[in-house]
């Protein structure tokens, strides 16, 4: 069964979320097949390469699905509140210090992905689909190229008697 229907109406759950001052800076892509198959294998090999717990885990449970849906951030620009929610007592520069993602982030805008994601995984729970939002698949989406954006999220899908996310 596929479940590229579902992808789709996240997506738009998604793209459609309330966002700061109406501005969209969202990045968002379905993985499937064989590119799927290389995120949960590289997942598991960069989890081994830095040391870092879990992305076996979670690379097993991509392996285990039938679709990602990858949610991010590309280019967000700061709100101009200068609200400090940052840690900064005004607005700063975005997207000036790489990591696993890149940032600082306007909170706000982090906001707004989590809104979007939350928009996303509520379409999937109503279409009764199994996921699990998941930092370590962003991370290891972004590293490939699958998705160009600052920050990500993935969520992977899976339609099964039992949920493959949970009990782990």
Known sequence: MSLRIVAELMAISARTAPKAVGQDFLAIKIVEGEELR???EEMIAYGERVGKKNFDRDGRN???SEAVVLIGL???????????ACGNPTCVEPNTVEGEFRGPQCAMRLLD???AIGSAVKTASLLNVDNRVMYRVGVVARQMGLIDADVVMG???SATGKSIYFDR
């Open 38 to 40: 290389r995120l949960g």
């Open 62 to 64: 991509v392996l285990n």
């Open 74 to 84: 590309k280019d967000a620009r700061v709100v101009g509140l200068n609200c400090a």
């Open 113 to 115: 992905m989590g809104i």
């Open 155 to 157: 969520i992977p899908l």
